[in-house]
């Protein structure tokens, strides 16, 4: 979590060891020495509020080394972290001080004891266990080419260019057909620009260069509320999309907005999806992170669009939080639908995606699923 006082990732870091009242050089070697830790220093000038998600997480991280604690409690913190990021973390946390105590909140153990870490114990009933290992049965994911392979794509992008205010392109003379009735499995590492792509079909951000349309309309020249029917989306930071104080109020606004005959009965349906039928009365923000998230995905899924944008919806979701979500995914599916999204964790791609949207350095390739992405450009990848 971060301040929200600081306007650039170096104010951020600083912000700890300027509140311990340090002396200026000492605060600045923290700032040196945490932003060198986490990979951040050709950033620190950049407002944190226009980070990445794998950024800002690493940002937190290095706010929290800047306070050079003796015991780091990582609450969940290899969730928008992409495979390189994670897989080094550890290491990077051992070489900034041996001596610091870390402890890892996460939903298994697997990953911290193969990186390294001494001791795990998983919490139930109230108490400390020797952890049970997770084994999680593959799906059977319905072949590419099943929905419907010779109907009209339903995402086109045309020469898309795009960059950031004040920042280098992100993309340049883009194209990309997404099929219908397909579950895309958006790919990437932290900073490749998967969010950013995602807002740009959803029409939340305009692209400089080229065209993209969505069933049929240009999104530039749609209006929003035409759009909207079209679509679903469930941002990286769910907790914030949510604008009403209970459940079915948010899954019925969707439906209500695009004149559904009953959007009761619809959000009812949708909370059902979800398996959070039973909480409809509860506001958004009461549910654990879990309920929260599965939350956001029935308002976005309430009036059947044809495409559903999950911006890494599944990360750090529990088992039955994540099977909940896996049947929402294959149920648009299973009505024609698409959805796109965004994912660090390879098991969760190879369990429901159809393809594999892999995007670095200003491209984007749609390929099968099991071709891993290589971590340089894409160029080894076959497209579809
Ligand atoms: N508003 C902004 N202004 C300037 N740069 C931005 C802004 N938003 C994002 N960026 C930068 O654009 C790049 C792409 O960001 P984006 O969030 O699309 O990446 P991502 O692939 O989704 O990353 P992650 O896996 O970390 O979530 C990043 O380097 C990010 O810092």
């Known amino acids: 979590m971060l301040s929200g006082r600081a306007a650039s990732l170096a104010g951020e870091i600083a912000f700890g060891p300027e509140n311990?009242?340090?002396?200026?050089?000492?605060i600045a070697a923290r700032l040196e020495a945490a932003q060198s830790a986490m990979g951040l220093s050709h950033l620190a000038h950049r407002d944190p509020r226009q980070l990445s998600g794998g950024e800002a997480q690493r940002l937190a991280i290095a706010s929290a080394l800047a306070?050079?604690?003796?015991?780091?409690?990582?609450?969940?913190a290899l969730t928008d972290l992409d495979r390189q990021s994670r897989d080094g973390l550890a290491d990077r946390l051992l070489a900034f001080d041996p001596a610091m105590t870390v402890i890892a909140l996460d939903v298994a153990a697997e990953h911290w004891l193969a990186q390294g870490f001494r001791h795990a114990a998983e919490l139930a009933g109230g108490r400390l266990h020797p952890p049970t290992p997770t084994i999680r049965p593959t799906r059977a994911i319905a072949p590419i080419g099943t929905g419907s392979p010779s109907a009209a794509p339903l995402v086109t992008i045309r020469d898309l260019g795009f960059a950031h205010p004040e920042s280098a392109p992100l993309f340049t003379a883009l194209d990309l057909s997404l099929p219908a009735a397909a579950a895309i499995a958006v790919t990437g590492p932290n900073g490749a620009g998967k969010s950013s792509l995602m807002r740009l079909i959803a029409g939340l951000m305009r692209p400089s260069a080229g065209e993209i349309s969505v069933a049929g309309l240009p999104v530039g020249a749609t209006k929003p509320r035409a759009l909207a029917a079209k679509l679903g989306m469930v941002f990286q930071n769910a907790d914030r999309q949510f604008v009403t104080a209970s459940l079915l109020a948010e899954a019925?606004?969707?439906?209500?907005?695009?004149g559904q005959k009953d959007p009761a009965r619809a959000a009812l349906d949708a909370l059902a999806a979800v398996g959070l039928q039973e909480s409809a009365a509860r506001h958004p923000l009461d549910l654990d992170n879990g309920g929260r998230r599965l939350a956001a995905v029935a308002a976005a899924i309430a009036h059947q669009p044809a495409l559903v944008i999950l911006d890494e919806t599944q990360r750090g979701l529990d088992p039955d939080h994540r099977a909940r979500l896996e049947s929402v995914i294959a149920a648009i599916r299973k009505r024609s639908g698409t959805v796109l999204f965004v994912c660090h964790d390879e098991e969760f791609v190879a369990r429901n995606a159809t393809h594999r949207l892999a995007v670095a350095a200003g491209s984007a390739v749609l390929c099968p699923p099991d071709k891993a992405q290589p971590a340089g450009g894409l160029d080894a990848l076959r497209p579809i």
Not at 20 to 26: A, I, T
Not at 67 to 76: H, I, T
Not at 252 to 258: E, G, I, S, T
């Open 20 to 26: 311990l009242g340090l002396p200026r050089s000492e």
């Open 67 to 76: 306070m050079r604690p003796a015991l780091l409690v990582l609450d969940e």
């Open 252 to 258: 019925a606004l969707a439906p209500r907005l695009h």
